[in-house]
Structures are given as C-alpha cells and as structure tokens.
Nanobody, 115 residues
C-alpha cells in the first residue's frame, strides 16, 4: 500500500507561481512513476505532468513551458513548479503514483488562480 499526500495549493494571482509537493510512502519510491493530474469543475481529470523512474518527463500541451515536474528520491517527494499561472489552471490537483502495477491517488489540493 502506497500513501500519497499533496500539499502546497492555494490562491494565487494570474501570472504568479506556486509549487506543489507530493510525498509518497514506500521503500522503492525511486521506481514509481509519479504524476500530477487536475480536475476543474465540470471537467474530466486530466494529466498535467508525469515523471518516470529514469526522470523522463511529459507534459500536457497547455502547461508546457510553464510547469516543471521534478522528483527527489531521497525525500520520497515529487514537485510541480507552476509559473505564469492562468485562471484556466484553476483546479484540484491530484498526485498519482504508479507502483507495482497499481494506481495510487492523493486526495487533491486546490489551486485557484484569480485576481
């Protein structure tokens, strides 16, 4: 069983920055594929960014050049640095871990981009 806990959400003005963190349990975190998803009201959950065990990354087209995913295996933590935030980035952001063929989800953290 892997537990995933997000933190770092909040209210930010358009053009601002925010960093989300996600801590995952387990002794083989370095082998997990970690990702960030988001879900805005009325929309389906969508992939924002993903990072593999060999640090390969991929991003949604809507966030390329603005968001950066990274991981610190020593801290069992994955980060999402979000810059140049837009109102359309407003959503609940969920951390996802894929470990041992199983999907694990956090409870989500709300990001609101508004003036």
């Amino acid at each position: 069983q892997v537990q995933v806990v997000e933190s770092g959400g909040g209210l930010v003005q358009p053009g601002g920055s925010l960093r989300l963190s996600c801590a995952a349990s387990g002794s083989i975190f370095s082998g997990y594929v970690m990702g960030w998803y988001r879900q805005a009201p009325g929309n389906q959950r969508e992939l924002v960014a993903r990072i593999t065990s060999i640090y390969s990354t991929n991003y949604a087209d809507s966030v390329k050049g603005r968001f950066t995913i990274s991981r610190d295996n020593a801290k069992n933590t994955v980060y999402l640095q979000m810059n140049s935030l837009k109102p359309e980035d407003t959503a609940v952001y969920y951390c996802h871990a894929y470990a041992g063929g199983i999907d694990y989800w956090g409870k989500g953290t709300l990001v609101t981009v508004s003036s």
